[in-house]
């Protein structure tokens, strides 16, 4: 008798379970599509590139001059003194040095403006994301890349992107 109360209360606690489970309404999106493919994400990337071209632009500039510094430099090696010589040596070792960390810098500028871009986008979605699920009455949203297998109809990246443009069209970056 005490099995059969226990199958009972195991089989009762099952059922309830995987009846709530079904109640509930999971979708997906693409996030990565979404940061892509919104008007704020192209304008974002636009702007990424423009500043990452004119850097290269810029730093492709100065590494033409050094490298013609350079060549002249060693062009002048046998007229000039040694202490001569070493000065300038010293002094377009010191250019170089100062390129290098000019381009570290750059880099390390867009890279940071990029994350910035993309935490602002995220911030963006994220009350999105909240707005339609409470008015659509879904309990999980997931990132399409955690998604194994899915129904067509429980993707929500071109709502998302639609509702994101509307409310976001474009973002500038610093």
């Given amino acids: 008798m005490k099995h059969l109360v226990k199958i009972f209360v195991l089989t009762f606690f099952l059922l309830s379970s995987t009846y709530a489970l079904a109640e509930q309404k999971i979708v997906y999106f693409d996030l990565k599509y979404v940061l892509n493919q919104s008007s704020a994400g192209k304008s974002a990337q636009d702007q990424l590139k423009k500043m990452f071209t004119d850097n290269q632009k810029r730093l492709e500039n100065l590494e033409a001059k050094l490298k013609e510094s350079e060549m002249d430099l060693i062009a002048k090696q046998s007229v000039l003194k040694k202490e001569d010589y070493q000065k300038q040596a010293d002094k377009l070792r010191k250019e170089v040095s100062n390129y290098q960390n000019d381009r570290r810098i750059s880099i390390e500028k867009i ?5 910035k871009a993309k935490e602002t986008l995220l911030n963006k979605i994220n009350p999105i994301l909240k707005k339609y699920s409470s008015e659509n009455n879904i309990s999980v ?34």
């Fill in 111 to 115: 890279t940071t403006v990029r994350a």
């Fill in 141 to 174: 949203i997931l990132n399409s890349t955690a998604v194994l297998s899915g129904n067509s109809d429980s993707d929500i990246t071109n709502l998302i992107v639609d509702q994101l443009n509307k409310e976001f069209p474009s973002i500038k970056l610093k």
